[in-house]
């Protein structure tokens, strides 16, 4: 393995910068997944700033009844959403001090939904949502990713790092794992994250009485990973009401321990309607080689459409694509709703799935883009790009 060194700084914070000289800015992303040494690298770059942490308990005691810096500062505040009152609050201080004051708030929780009650935040604020490394950011630790506009073609890179890739394949884009590249270093992280994860973050934020369930939804789903997900399947194996198990996959939705994609719905496709499929935030927990290398494809693309939602304001979604008939493509991203690239994602293959050039086809996808983990080919096939893994991944955010 080659020694690989954190890239700085993080693809984010140039843009958060920008804003904080605005607005409020929230950070949301997984559990250890760089949202602390972040903001702490952006608060290096203040004259005067306050950092707290509301998992500190002398934190919380001197948010009761802050004491502010007299002068233009910033303020990070950390895991503040665990505090039930924090969003009255943190509005109220904004109100009162925004001139003077700039707020950057970050969370291990989808801040855009824990939104509830009381006066409304809206116009105050903007979102990030922070993502584990990707092969792009680690291979050029950029401080803005290259310029991507939605409906245009990809400015594809010549070259990509495989060694590096197959790093980031086996132990996951959270920093922690991939800096150490050692495997019991991962096997012990992965224990401890999923702990915490389940003991404090579940706890903490969600009204679930029975956390072993949900700990026991969260082992089963690895296992279900790029398939159709099936509620009814799972709610009968953990024999509960579809009502429990909905609201359990939306808490690993809102904690960033799983994401789902829905079908593309075209009056051309007889699509299923229904059926999402599921993906982890950290890829490194899934066994199967298949399984694994196309939820890290997944969040590679999610992470682009983040990116251009939060920082560019561009209406970018993923998708998958499979009809009554049987027939699949791994992934499509739309822009304002209408197709803009598909993708398929192999272990290896010497050409083009039928079923992405029948997409690409019957709903007149602009490009078509075949990747593979293990192989050579790198050129058009029937219109379809076929390029290594690396290749294409790099050229990304």
Request: glycine share 6%; with cysteine.
């Amino acid at each position: 393995m080659q020694n690989i060194f954190m890239p700085e700084p993080r693809y984010l914070e140039s843009p958060i910068e920008s804003d904080l000289r605005r607005k409020m800015v929230f950070v949301a992303g997984p559990r250890q997944v760089g949202k602390t040494t972040l903001a702490r690298r952006i608060l290096d770059g203040w004259r005067t700033g306050l950092y707290f942490n509301w998992d500190n308990r002398d934190h919380r005691l001197e948010l009761r009844s802050p004491r502010w810096p007299a002068e233009r500062a910033l303020i990070v505040l950390d895991e503040i959403h665990k505090w039930r009152g924090w969003k009255r609050w943190i509005k109220g201080q904004y109100d009162e001090h925004g001139a003077r004051l700039h707020f950057l708030i970050t969370g291990s929780a989808r801040m855009d939904v824990y939104r509830r009650g009381g006066d409304s935040l809206q116009g105050r604020y903007h979102h990030y949502r922070l993502h584990p490394f990707s092969l792009a950011e680690m291979e050029g630790g950029q401080k803005k990713p290259r310029s991507i506009q939605p409906g245009e073609k990809l400015r594809l890179r010549r070259t990509g790092d495989n060694d590096l890739l197959e790093a980031l394949l086996r132990f996951g884009g959270f920093p922690e794992p991939i800096l150490a590249q050692k495997a019991r270093t991962h096997r012990r992280w992965l224990k401890e994250r999923f702990d915490r994860f389940v003991r404090e973050d579940v706890r903490d934020l969600e009204s679930v009485r029975d956390l072993t369930q949900i700990q026991v939804l969260a082992d089963l789903l690895p296992e279900r990973v790029a398939s159709p997900l099936s509620l009814n399947s799972l709610r009968e194996d953990l024999e509960v009401s579809h009502r429990a198990i909905t609201h359990w996959m939306e808490i690993l939705e809102r904690l960033y321990f799983a994401f789902r994609i829905l079908p593309f719905r075209s009056k051309k496709v007889r699509s299923l309607k229904q059926m999402p499929k599921a993906y982890l935030w950290d890829w490194s927990a899934i066994t199967d080689p298949g399984a694994r290398f196309e939820n890290l494809v997944a969040l590679h693309l999610l992470k682009l459409c983040h990116w251009l939602e939060d920082s560019e304001g561009y209406r970018v979604n993923l998708h998958y694509l499979r009809d009554r008939a049987g027939r699949e493509a791994d992934f499509l991203v739309t822009s304002d709703g209408k197709p803009w690239f598909a993708v398929e994602a192999k272990l290896r293959a010497d050409r083009a799935d039928p079923s992405l050039k029948y997409y690409r086809d019957r709903l007149k996808i602009p490009w078509a883009y075949q990747v593979a983990l293990d192989g050579d080919i790198d050129g058009l096939d029937d219109g379809v790009h076929c390029l290594p893994a690396s290749r294409f991944l790099a050229s990304l955010v």
